[in-house]
């Protein structure tokens, strides 16, 4: 059983830091998309 828990705790660790890295580049693409539109007015 504990095993099983660490597992879905080791998981969820991994879940969260992918979360983290998409929303990085999705902030990084959105800054990058705001500058060229503003760049190009």
Same mark, same amino acid.
């Given at each position: 059983?504990?095993?099983?828990?660490?597992?879905? #705790? @080791?998981?969820?660790? $991994?879940?969260?830091?992918?979360? +983290?890295?998409?929303? #990085? @580049?999705?902030?990084? $693409?959105?800054?990058?998309?705001? +500058?060229?539109?503003?760049?190009?007015?």
């Amino acid at each position: 059983m504990p095993e099983a828990v660490a597992g879905m #705790l @080791q998981v969820a660790a $991994l879940r969260r830091r992918l979360n +983290l890295l998409y929303t #990085l @580049q999705f902030t990084m $693409l959105l800054l990058v998309f705001v +500058l060229g539109v503003y760049k190009f007015q």
